[in-house]
């Protein structure tokens, strides 16, 4: 079995409307490291709440924030 790696997309949805690290915590009560791990794609675990706010704020589904993408060959 190939191993998967879940991609972020937030980075290109907050790039998309320039948007900053701190005005998405404002806007959405999250923590600034929350948002950043995510941004940098270098979370290991995120909350659901975190995850509900995210695709509130940008109206859009789980799949259009995260994604299972193939683990690029060794």
Do not use: W
């Not at 490291?33 to 794609?41: A, D, G, K, P, V």
């Amino acid at each position: 079995m190939e191993s998967e790696l879940i991609k972020c997309h937030l980075s290109r949805l907050m790039g998309e409307r320039k948007l900053k690290i701190s005005d998405l915590a404002r806007d959405t009560g999250l923590h600034r490291n929350t948002i950043t791990l995510l941004y940098q794609e270098t979370a290991t675990r995120v909350d659901l709440e975190a995850i509900e706010a995210l695709c509130r704020y940008f109206q859009v589904g789980i799949a259009d924030l995260l994604e299972i993408v193939d683990a690029p060959a060794a």
